[in-house]
C-alpha cells in the first residue's frame, strides 16, 4: 500500500507565506528547505485522494 505525505498545514499555504515575508518568489532550495523542515503524517494513498476530493 502506498502512503502519500499529508503536510500540516499544508505545504502550500507554507510556500504561499514564506513567499509573501520575503516579498519574492522562492528559489528551489528555498522550497526544498521549507518542504523538508515541514510536518507531515503518512496517509494511506486512498485515504489521501478521497480526502481531496471532498
Known sequence: MKE?????????ALLIRAEELKEAE????EVLKI??????VLVPEGVAVATAEN
Open 4 to 12: 502519500i505525505k499529508d503536510y500540516i498545514p499544508p505545504l502550500v
Open 26 to 29: 522562492l528559489t528551489e532550495a
Open 35 to 40: 518542504k523538508d523542515s515541514s510536518s507531515y
